[in-house]
């Protein structure tokens, strides 16, 4: 029962050797990029889901509603925060990943380095 | 004297490089900063010794970069010593330098003064410091500042020959001399020069006898066997330096480092009774034997004459350890009286290749009736280095001799006598040749004598070499100083 | 409202600020200029600071006035205060010494935007050295790292592009992991704040998340700082990197992320997390010690100047990750001194560089020989900043390297091997500098021409300061000492001898 309860820590373990995974294994730029994302996405989760209370709610304080338990804001914050990177590490790969193909032709990383060497 | 004015020995050279620096599209006027900056350094250094030799000891520090480690200066009767000879005989060796330089045409002058004069500098605080890291500072820059020099002539035989100039120094200074110096600080807390030794008490046993390894092989300017490499690598060098090496300024450096590490930071009385520190003499001896052995096979003037300092360098060192006042200033003396004879010996070499464009010992055969003052001069040089009166070099070798038989040390003994006769083995035949026999067939023998500026710094350093047997009393009563705390 | 008080804010503030300042202007040496000023005002506040760090210190910054450890704070120490000159300084650096040569190499259109990069990446390491929590670390280090990127691939050279394409991914890699490692950290203290998170660390009982937390923060700071066997990305990077932007990010980068991997493991770690220092020891120093002899040694058969450089720069973070693994009070002192003079030698190094490539084009080897007859003032500071490297007394690389041995010495049983591999490493520095040293002076130019060739006086007189510098805080080592020794004390609290 203990291990099911543990259930978002596997997702999050899971996630990251994914993205590890792709990140080392796939030539492809582009796709280098969705890994990374990926990768970035489950210490997100990790993230989020470590903030929830038990029995929390949203937290927003509402007028007249005392002693409410609120889930933790603070790591959702964080992980807005987080976010934003991951999103602005993205946009930069990606305009990188243009250059690159501008300037070699091709999105491999295989062939990149290739020419690079005949150079 | 005020002791703040010491660093002014190291702050002339210094000024004086620059001078040349600027100077250095007008040769006359470059070549009289050169002998200026020499004669005002010497000078200087002379206004000294008085003071040094009445037991005066100044002192002087320039700053602290670490905690425990300064940068200062004193004068202690060795390093009076040292000073005295490398700013005397850099005057001679500058206007020898001018007569060959000009002799043969040689090119980048400039750098060559330049170098020099930084290299002096660097000898100056080596003789001046207070500290093994002061010490350390200016060996490095000794090495640095000469490697130029060493590979003067710029093609690839001698660049390859200055490689292995700096790697053997700069090795290792930096893979052995450095770890000892930590060491030594380590353990004692201090690196300062202090009479009587500032190692007993912190490290004792065998310790001492690697501490002593680390610093001996460390100083590589002091050519002990297997870290002599460099010397005979260095011959590429014109001539000049070649005088300023073996003589002046880096050998003397190497082997005075060594003597004052042994005097001032393990202490002679300490040294003598820890069984592991026994090694030395036969290291010495070793060298000594083995590099006159060599010597004896060698073909070309100036290889024969690095390997003969290669021997006379570690007959300080087999005399400072055989540790009895009388050796210990034999020690010392033999610093200067070598110093005079062997800048003697490479300016002839030198000499004859400017006049007459030769190098190898076959060729000399008959030149003495061409070249009667240059190979007079090298006869002289050549008596002293075996140790005939009235020399030098019988000066030292008599009292390092006294000091083996006080001390009973007939190991000491034997080698320095057959050394003496492997000097005489491979001297001798020199000296027959050149003034006796007819030319060798096919040798040119259409020249004169040297350049006039040659043949003066010849003859003063030649006639000094004799003064100096009967004229020593000043230096003999300053080195006793050090000594004096000894049981006779 | 006096303005020294919101100083460590400002050390912040004043790059990132003018950073859309400088994107907004059209001509590239006005947005040129206006990085200049800013990276010149960034470095007068850090010595502001620093001065008052020396003197009675600089009190906790609360920002927008909420106290921690609720709200955000902004520390600074001696070590704060070091990294500080270290950044602003290398900024100011390759900004004064490189208007030619990036003149050459960015397109002028673009010259604004790329400035403005520079100071934002300024802001970013800034921020780091002054953030008090963990999360702002973070994000600091992620804007520094991205602006860093924009630097790197901003040049002509095409094979820029896929070195910061590498770098981006193990840098965000590397980010990340530092993330999940503050997200543990976070989980088990419930405090994102530095100095709160080192007491509560010392109340939680389940400490095996708070060690992988160690692991994670560890590791992902070693990717950034480009430890040995991480640091595969940095070569090249520094290779095809703008020459200016090279004096900057070699001067600084990676030492701002060993920066914060000392915060983390000594001033939040040590001595609250049982096992912790013998773990960091035992995992840091065999890399460190294989980072310091392997780049040695690949270095020597570099066949392009920046490349051997940046080699030389691996080996140089090694010495300076051993220092920090030796978790004693002399090894802390030889870190944070060694990453200051390191800085020192290697920034003037790249600026010679500069200047190599600035007249010659190239910084290929074959293309350098003879460099040292054509340029010989250039060439002379390039000698004494690489004896600074090496290691010579009278340098200020000497006083780091003396204070890294003694503090090795002091292991009982491993000191006289670890003493022996940096002995072995110089001897390795001097093959390697030597090799180009003799290139430089008796190689033939491949064209033949020896005439002379120097750059123009100012980036002369810069380089030569530089160079001096690194010989006067050899002799009057002082100031890093102080801030170090501040640093130190700061960090291990008074729990270590």
Redesign the interface.
């Known amino acids: 029962m203990k291990l099911l309860g543990l259930f978002n820590y596997w997702v999050f373990a899971v996630l990251l050797m994914i993205g590890l995974y792709a990140l080392i294994s796939k030539q492809n730029l582009v796709k280098k990029i969705m890994a990374l994302a990926i990768f970035q996405s489950a210490v997100f989760l990790f993230f989020i889901t470590m903030s929830r209370v038990d029995e929390g709610t949203a937290p927003i304080i509402q007028a007249g509603v005392a002693n409410q338990i609120f889930s933790n804001p603070l790591p959702q914050v964080l992980i807005l925060t987080a976010i934003v990177v991951g999103i602005s590490t993205t946009a930069l790969g990606l305009a990188i990943v243009v250059r690159l193909h501008e300037e070699y032709g091709t999105v491999e990383d295989n062939e990149i380095l290739a020419m690079d060497r005949e150079s | 004297m005020n002791p703040s004015t010491l660093p002014l020995i190291l702050l002339l050279p210094l000024v004086g490089a620059i001078a040349i620096a600027l100077a250095g599209r007008w040769p006359n006027v470059r070549e009289t900063i050169s002998l200026l900056t020499a004669v005002t350094l010497a000078v200087l250094v002379f206004s000294w010794f008085p003071e040094v030799s009445e037991g005066l000891r100044p002192r002087f520090v320039l ?1 602290e ?2 905690p425990g ?1 300064s ?1 200062a200066f004193s004068l202690e009767p060795l390093g009076m010593m040292f000073a005295c000879i490398a700013s005397f005989l850099w005057i001679i060796n500058t206007i020898y330098s001018i007569g060959y330089m000009r002799g043969n045409n040689e090119k980048n002058q400039t750098r060559f003064y330049i170098c020099f004069a930084l290299a002096i500098a660097a000898a100056m605080g080596i003789a001046l410091a207070d500290n093994l ?1 002061t010490l ?2 200016f060996y ?2 000794l090495t ?1 500042s000469t490697y130029p020099l060493v ?1 003067h002539k ?1 093609d690839a035989k001698t ?1 390859a020959s200055a ?1 292995v100039y ?1 790697g053997v120094l ?2 290792t200074s ?2 052995l001399l ?2 000892a110096i ?2 030594t ?2 353990a004692t807390g201090t690196t300062t020069f202090t009479l009587g030794g500032i190692v007993e008490g912190h490290i004792a046993g065998a310790a001492v006898g690697l501490l002593l390894g680390l610093f001996v092989f460390g100083i590589g300017k002091a050519a002990v066997m297997p870290v002599h490499r460099w010397l005979p690598a260095a011959m590429v060098a014109p001539t000049p330096v070649s005088a300023l090496l073996h003589a002046v300024a880096v050998v003397k450096a190497g082997v005075f480092s060594i003597t004052k590490i042994i005097i001032y930071i393990f202490g002679v009385d300490f040294l003598f009774n820890e069984p592991s520190a026994q090694w030395l003499q036969f290291a010495a001896a070793f060298t000594i034997i083995t590099a006159s052995i060599i010597a004896l096979y060698q073909t070309n003037l100036k290889r024969m004459l690095a390997y003969s300092t290669i021997g006379q360098l570690s007959y300080v060192i087999m005399a400072t350890v055989i540790l009895k006042p009388m050796a210990e200033v034999g020690a010392a003396i033999h610093i200067a009286a070598h110093a005079f004879g062997k800048i003697t010996l490479f300016f002839a070499a030198g000499a004859i290749y400017t006049a007459a464009h030769k190098t190898e010992l076959w060729q000399l055969a008959g030149i003495g009736r061409r070249m009667p003052i240059t190979m007079a001069a090298f006869t002289i040089g050549a008596l002293s280095m075996i140790g005939v009166p009235p020399t030098a070099g019988f000066v030292s070798k008599w009292f390092i001799l006294g000091g083996a038989f006080q001390a009973e040390n007939y190991f000491a003994i034997f080698t320095i006598i057959a050394s003496t006769v492997l000097n005489a083995m491979y001297f001798l035949p020199i000296i027959y040749f050149a003034w006796l026999a007819p030319p060798a067939p096919g040798v040119d023998m259409n020249h004169g004598e040297a350049p006039k500026a040659i043949l003066l710094a010849l003859a003063v350093t030649s006639t000094l070499t004799i003064v100096f047997f009967f004229f020593n009393q000043p230096l003999l009563d300053l080195e006793s100083q050090l000594v004096e705390s000894l049981p006779l | 409202m006096n303005l020294a008080d919101h100083l460590p804010a400002l050390q912040v503030i004043v790059p990132l600020m003018t950073a859309p300042l400088v994107i907004l202007l059209r001509n590239g040496f006005l947005a040129w200029l206006g990085a200049l000023l800013a990276s010149l005002a960034s470095f007068g506040l850090a010595i502001l600071l620093t001065v008052a760090v020396l003197g009675a210190g600089v009190p906790e910054y609360a920002m927008g006035g909420w106290q921690p450890p609720f709200g955000i704070s902004l520390n600074v120490d001696g070590l704060s205060a070091l990294m500080l000159l270290l950044v602003t300084g290398a900024s100011t650096l390759g900004l004064a010494g490189g208007r030619l040569s990036l003149r050459r190499d960015i397109d002028n259109r673009r010259a604004p935007m790329f400035y403005g990069a520079w100071l934002i990446a300024l802001a970013g390491l800034c921020g780091i050295a002054v953030a008090g929590d963990a999360f702002n670390v973070f994000v600091f280090m992620e804007i520094s790292s991205l602006a860093t990127y924009i630097l790197i691939a901003a040049g002509r050279d095409r094979r820029a592009l896929s070195a910061v394409f590498k770098y981006l991914i193990i840098g965000t890699i590397g980010a990340t992991f530092y993330l999940i490692g503050v997200g543990f950290i976070y989980m088990m203290t419930g405090t994102l704040n530095f100095a709160d998170m080192a007491l509560r660390l010392a109340d939680v009982i389940e400490t095996r998340p708070i060690i992988i937390a160690a692991g994670f923060i560890t590791i992902g700071l070693a990717l950034k700082a480009a430890v040995f066997p991480l640091h595969i990305w940095l070569p090249r990077a520094y290779t095809y990197a703008p020459n200016a932007v090279t004096v900057f990010i070699a001067a600084c980068s990676t030492k701002v992320a060993i920066y914060v991997l000392l915060r983390f493991n000594y001033g939040v770690f040590h001595g609250n997390l049982l096992a912790h220092s013998d773990l960091f020891t035992v995992f840091i120093i065999p890399l460190a010690l294989s980072g310091i002899l392997l780049a040695s040694a690949i270095a020597i058969y570099q066949g392009n100047i920046k490349k051997m450089l940046a080699f030389s720069s691996v080996a140089q973070i090694g010495y300076i990750a051993l220092a920090a693994g030796l978790a004693t009070h002399a090894g802390l002192m030889a870190a944070q001194l060694h990453m200051f003079n390191h800085a020192l030698a290697k920034g003037t190094l790249f600026l010679c560089v500069l200047a190599f490539v600035l007249t010659t084009g190239s910084a290929s080897f074959s293309n350098l020989a003879g460099i040292g007859r054509r340029m010989p003032w250039t060439m002379a500071a390039f000698v004494i900043a690489g004896l600074s490297l090496v290691g010579v007394p009278g340098t200020a690389g000497f006083v780091s390297k003396w204070y890294l041995i003694v503090a090795v010495m002091g292991m009982p049983g491993w000191g006289v091997p670890l003493v022996m591999a940096i002995i072995l490493s110089s001897l390795l520095a001097v093959v390697y500098l030597w090799r180009f040293v003799e290139l430089a002076y008796y190689g033939q130019p491949p064209d033949g021409d020896v005439s002379r060739m120097e750059v123009p006086l100012p980036l002369r007189t810069l380089i030569w300061s530089a160079a001096l510098a690194n010989i006067y805080f050899g002799l009057v080592p002082q100031l890093p000492l102080a801030l170090a020794e501040s640093g130190t004390t700061t960090l291990l609290g008074g729990l270590l001898p």
């Open positions: 700053s970069p670490l480690l940068l890291f350390f500072l490095e820059l640095l590979a710029g660049i490689r700096l700069l090795g930096i893979g450095l770890p930590i060491w600080w380590v």
